[in-house]
């Protein structure tokens, strides 16, 4: 044959060939077809969807919601069942939940995904319970490096938690009475910069999930008078937490309104009052009684946590019957979100 005739010969077999082999590869569905003869193969089984990979993207509107305040505890007991306890006493699951863990310790994503609810890690850079003057734990050794170990294993944790979580770091910095704060030869400036070191640490680690609580106390008993001083930015922080305790006052105003007033003249962040609690005396019932209206005349905070763990007196709502009315009444003027 002639080289012409030769080419188009194989031209025209390499055609009529992919045409078969596309037709025994794709057929009429999604699976090759049987060779003839050949019994039908097993259709595939579909198993479970996969787990998701990638990164949880915690956004504080999304998760804060919008309506009422959030109702938030600090109990002894973690668990949904702890939390159904509550529920069954004053009418309303709380959403939050508090849980506290020192850096030098750390937390493992385990005992996170145990407690139930939104949870708010309080993150407490010191060893417990050894009071305000420890020098390892200063803003310094914070600063360079010197407990970065101990800070990325809870980031990792956070990160394999996979939930949005509220993490309050170095809570009540205004206050003499813990290693970060005012005391324990910390200078001005070095709470911002441990913040920020902190929170960096977080985001590299990939902790996309967390969003930043800064937590001044009420300035009330506090070793400053004025928060501005330790604000580490609106770009490190997504929420503004605030530990107040009614000290023999009536009415949460008194509590809480030069704090705010302080607060408001800062940023217009979503506040959350990390740390609720009354003093027992005459005067409990009353503020238990004007907290929920107080709540709806302040829109910009969007949650509370009580404390209901065991401190110097009874600071909880549920003391008396009549405390526990009070408070629950507050609920619903509030229109607390359960």
């Known amino acids: 044959m002639k080289a012409a005739a030769v080419r188009s010969v194989l031209a025209v077999t390499a055609v009529a ?41 915690a956004d504080v509107d999304e998760v804060l919601g919008t309506g009422g305040p959030l109702f938030g505890v600090t109990i002894p007991r973690r668990s949904a069942a702890a939390l159904a306890e509550v ?73 394999e938690y996979r939930e949005p979580i509220l993490i309050r770091f170095a809570h009540e910095m205004n206050g003499h009475w813990y290693p970060w704060g005012t005391a324990n030869g910390n200078r001005p400036g070095q709470y911002v910069a441990a913040w920020r070191h902190v929170v960096d640490l977080f985001r590299e680690a990939g902790a996309t999930n967390a969003l930043w609580v800064w937590s ?8 400053s008078r004025t ?60 503020w238990l009684r004007e907290f929920g209206g107080w709540l709806r005349q302040n829109p910009q905070i969007r949650g509370f946590i009580w ?8 600071w909880q709502y549920d003391d008396t019957p009549s405390n526990l009315a009070a408070f629950k009444a507050s609920l619903k003027i509030a229109e607390a979100r359960c």
């Open 227 to 286: 928060v501005r001083q330790f604000w580490p930015g609106s770009s490190y922080v997504d929420v503004v937490g605030l530990s107040g305790y009614g000290v023999r006052e009536r009415t949460p105003v008194t509590t809480y309104r030069a704090t705010l007033k302080l607060i408001y003249a800062l940023t217009k962040k979503p506040i959350v009052l990390t740390e609720v609690g009354v003093q027992p005396g005459s005067e409990k019932r009353s």
């Open 87 to 159: 529920a069954a006493e004053v009418g309303c699951r709380p959403t939050l939940q508090q849980i506290f863990a020192s850096v030098e310790e750390g937390i493992s994503a385990k005992t996170l995904r145990a407690a139930a609810g939104l949870l708010v890690l309080s993150l407490e850079p010191w060893t417990t319970g050894r009071g305000a003057d420890q020098p390892d734990w200063s803003l310094a050794e914070t600063i360079n490096g010197h407990w970065d170990r101990q800070y990325l294993a809870v980031a990792r944790s956070v990160v």
């Open 216 to 223: 001044p106390n009420v300035v009330r008993g506090a070793s």
């Open 17 to 57: 060939l992919v045409a078969t082999l596309a037709t025994v590869r794709c057929g009429t569905g999604h699976r090759n077809e049987p060779a003839s003869g050949a019994p039908d193969a097993a259709p595939a089984t579909l198993g479970p969807s996969p787990e998701p990979t990638g990164p949880v993207i």
């Open 307 to 314: 404390n209901m763990m065991a401190r110097d007196g009874n």
